[in-house]
């Protein structure tokens, strides 16, 4: 039996990325996403509103680079990553749990929406829309017959 760990979400950037430079220059972004669900309470008619914010690390240098460069506080975004539960210890000794979703080195996207009009942004979603076109491309050259 398979199993699949995937997750999607549409939210608003708390702050801008924190850009980590670790070890072997490797390059780590982290972002805190926030997004909101509104209903109307059925008791007593008043709209209501819940946020939830996400914490997400980046391990793809290309998608590290597009984050830095495009990204800041209120941006508003589409990442899919894959949830990921860590455990640490403070400095008493705690044991604590985080759970974050991970872009991964070979997995993860993020797209950037709203602002149509910024040109920052239109060429991040060309950048998108050429990965995709790349891609679909490497599938086509590797389905072609071989002539011999």
Not at 35 to 58: C, F, Q, S
Not at 68 to 84: D, N
Request: charged share 30%; net charge neutral; hydrophobic share 35%.
């Amino acid at each position: 039996m398979t199993s699949l760990n995937k997750v999607q979400l549409i939210g608003y950037l708390g702050s801008d990325p924190n850009v980590i430079n670790g070890a072997n220059f490797i390059k780590t972004v982290k972002l805190s996403l926030a997004t909101t669900e509104n209903w109307k309470d059925k008791l007593t008619g008043e709209r209501r509103e819940k946020t939830e914010w996400h914490k997400i690390v980046i391990f793809n240098e290309k998608i590290c680079d597009i984050a830095e460069k495009y990204l800041k506080k209120g941006s508003q975004i589409y990442v899919e990553g894959q949830l990921q539960t860590r455990e640490w210890l403070d400095k008493e000794g705690m044991k604590h749990f985080t759970t974050e979703i991970i872009l991964s080195k070979f997995k993860g996207e993020i797209i950037l929406l709203g602002n149509k009009g910024n040109e920052e942004e239109k060429e991040v979603k060309n950048i998108n829309y050429a990965r995709e076109y790349d891609s679909a491309f490497a599938k086509q050259e590797l389905n072609d017959e071989i002539p011999f």
